[in-house]
């Protein structure tokens, strides 16, 4: 039965215009306008309002939703057995086996992982040298893929030679033999030097040079052919101080003073003489022309030529 909202039970009222609002359906019901008037009609179902069981899903049969087989399976839809995995074969999931890599793989110590084709392989691990430890005196080379120990080559900076000897390379053997002695083996007596004479050394006696002798003073070093001697130093004029009134002039290799010989610089002559050199002496004799310039004439007067003589006027 249809009940109409706020309607008191019993009482009569005016007809008016309803609408769906005034009217409450039952479940499964839903209100829709007949005309002017609402009616409750069978409500429509959907695919919300439909569980279908596994392997079917629900499907719109025209206004009603119906469970059907599911046409396209994904791998969402299936669960495979552990070791394999879904993978699509066209539009059909399938189980298949999982691809094992290295990862998946643990090689024991002494070997390692490598795929063959596409399946991972324990192999043995190549060594190389880094790998081995050779114990003193020897050296770790390849032969071909394996590292060996081989003993160490041996050279003169292996090989401490005693004293007096040295070390020679003797094909790939380092061996001491005895030491060519040089001048640095040798000491030499003063006044004499090493010398090598073919492979032996030998003092002999130093050349000595004017650099190697000292001479006392008033002597100089002169090379006597190969020996340095002391001779007298050569003197000169400028090596000699003659008293006043004399001069040095060299006799042979030998500074002397002698007497200065005197000239008209050194002797005043008295008014109305001039001096003149007799031989090597100077003397003072009468002017024989006088001038103007040899005579003084008083003040208020003057000097005039009278013929050869000058004249105080």
């Known amino acids: 039965p249809v009940r109409w909202r706020n309607q008191p039970p019993g009482v009569c009222v005016p007809k008016v215009a309803l609408t769906c609002q005034d009217l409450t359906c039952p479940p499964g019901s839903t209100c829709r306008m007949d005309g002017a008037t609402p009616r409750c009609v069978p409500k429509a179902l959907s695919c919300q309002d439909l569980t279908c069981p596994p392997g079917s899903t629900c499907t719109m049969d025209r206004t009603t939703p119906r469970c059907v087989p599911k046409v396209a399976l994904t791998c969402q839809d299936l669960t495979c057995p552990p070791g394999s995995t879904c993978q699509m074969d066209r539009t059909t999931p399938r189980c298949v086996p999982i691809t094992v890599t290295c990862q998946d793989l643990t090689c024991p110590p002494g070997s390692t992982c490598r795929m063959e084709k596409s399946t991972p392989r324990c192999v043995p691990i190549t060594l190389n040298c880094q790998d081995l430890t050779c114990p003193p005196g020897s050296t770790c080379q390849m032969d071909r893929t394996t590292p060996r120990c081989v003993p160490v080559k041996l050279t003169c900076q292996d090989l401490t030679c005693p004293p007096g000897s040295t070390c020679q390379m003797d094909r790939t053997t380092p061996r001491c033999v005895p030491k060519a002695p040089s001048c640095q083996d040798l000491t030499c007596p003063p006044g004499s030097t ?20 000292t001479c ?22 400028q090596d000699l101080t003659c008293p006043p009134g004399s001069t040095c002039q060299m006799d042979g290799v030998t500074p002397r003073c002698v007497p200065k010989a005197l000239s008209c610089q050194d002797l005043t002559c008295p008014p109305g003489s001039t001096c003149r050199m007799d031989r090597t002496t100077p003397r003072c004799v009468p002017k024989v022309s006088l001038t103007c310039q040899d005579l003084t004439c008083p003040p208020g007067s003057t000097c005039q030529m009278e013929k050869s003589t000058p004249r105080c006027v």
Not at 199 to 204: A, D, F, G, H, L
Not at 229 to 236: D, E, G, K, N, Q
């Open 194 to 213: 090493c010398r090598m004479e073919k492979s032996t050394p030998r003092c002999v006696p130093v050349k000595l040079t004017c650099q190697d002798l």
């Open 216 to 237: 006392p003073p008033g002597s100089t070093c002169q090379m006597d052919r190969t020996t340095p001697r002391c001779v007298p130093i050569a003197l000169t004029c």
